[in-house]
């Protein structure tokens, strides 16, 4: 059973940083697509980065280009969300979700929640400005 741990969320001032975790377990592949969506109430949930944890490769979202950053630490099986000069549009859910994958994420019409398998619990990002 995979299992998607997010935290690092929390309460920040417009231009600040946060760093989210994703800590995965119970993977029975080495190849998957991570990816990191946000989500505010009424609206659609929204792809912000991705990694193809089998070749490295990375996407982000018009949005969290030069802002954010996505990486891994393979020895904790964890995914990061670095973001930096945060803005109050941030201001969301964040969800970890993951598709096991031998051609890397899927992202030809950019990030879509449907295309996700595995899903963490969401860790709140509140922006104030």
């Known amino acids: 059973q995979v299992q998607l741990v997010e935290s690092g969320g929390g309460s920040v001032q417009a231009g600040g940083s946060l760093r989210l975790s994703c800590a995965a377990s119970?993977?029975?592949?080495?190849?998957?697509?991570m990816a990191w969506f946000r989500q505010v109430p009424g609206r659609e949930r929204e792809g912000v980065a991705a990694?193809?944890?089998?070749?490295?490769?990375?996407y982000y979202s018009d949005s969290a280009k030069g802002r954010f950053t996505i990486s891994r630490d393979n020895e904790k099986n964890t995914v990061y969300l670095q973001m930096n000069n945060l803005k109050s549009e941030d201001t969301a859910m964040y969800y970890c979700a993951a598709l096991p994958s031998l051609w890397g994420c899927p992202v030809s019409v950019g990030l879509l929640a449907s295309d996700f398998r595995y899903w963490g619990q969401g860790t709140q990002v509140t922006v104030s400005s």
């Open positions: 990694m193809n944890i089998g070749g490295g490769s990375t």
């Open positions: 119970g993977y029975t592949s080495s190849r998957y697509c």
